[in-house]
């Protein structure tokens, strides 16, 4: 079945580079998600990426996406406290067309 | 603002009762999914209505049912409620079809429904 995983955590420094990182199993999404929670608050769309892309960028965010290993990355620039938050990963179920995610990874900023 | 609205944002109520959840979708949007998000499951995909119709299936119980009013609102009934129940609901709404860009959900803020 369909499975999308995630390390649990991240702590980084303010003005550091986060990278969060995710794996897929199924190789037929066409699109791959990455929402974002802040504490107390609904699932915001960040960005997604198309699966015939390999690298997508919007302000501070990169995606990059391995279709091969069926790896999903997240890149914050320049990461502020305001981006402390609980990211997840989610591919779209072809068959369905709901979205299956990641158990979320929390990320902390350090001042 | 996603543009999805959910109603209430808390509820707390006995085991035993029934409650239930309300969304509105985003202006022009015909799916309407719920999910269920708890500590120990993460965030778990229940129903999808598309156009009044039922979807698509996921890890709902019997318990709990739903519907799509001809509004394209829709509704979650959770009944017969049991302590681990308790989680934050959400709704989400998407343009509609599988697989594409139309898959682009945008959430509500989701209902916390305490069982107590």
């Known amino acids: 079945g369909e499975d999308v995983e995630q390390s649990l955590f991240l702590s980084v420094r303010e003005g550091d580079s986060s990278v969060i990182n995710c794996t897929y199993t199924d190789s037929s999404s066409t699109y791959l998600y990455w929402y974002k929670q802040e504490p107390g608050a609904g699932l915001q769309l960040l960005t997604y990426?198309?699966?015939?892309?390999d690298m997508k960028q919007d302000q501070r965010l990169t995606v990059l996406l391995n279709k091969k290993d069926k790896h999903l990355s997240l890149r914050i620039a320049d990461t502020q406290t305001g981006d402390s938050a609980i990211y997840f990963c989610a591919e779209t179920d072809p068959g369905q067309g709901n979205l299956i995610f990641g158990k979320g990874t929390k990320l902390s900023v350090k001042p | 603002d996603s543009g999805v609205t959910q109603t209430p944002k808390h509820l707390i109520t006995a085991t035993g009762q029934r409650v239930t959840l309300r969304c509105s979708p985003r202006s022009g949007d015909l799916s309407v999914y719920w999910y269920q998000q708890s500590l120990d499951q993460g965030l778990q995909f229940l129903i999808q209505y598309y156009n009044g119709e039922e979807r698509a299936k996921g890890n709902i119980l019997e318990r709990f049912s739903a519907q799509q009013f001809p509004d394209l609102h829709s509704e979650l009934n959770l009944s017969s409620l049991e302590l681990g129940d308790s989680a934050l609901y959400f709704c989400a709404s998407s343009a509609g079809g599988t697989g594409g860009r139309d898959t682009e959900a945008f959430f509500g803020q989701g209902t916390r429904l305490t069982v107590v």
């Open positions: 990426i198309f699966s015939n892309m």
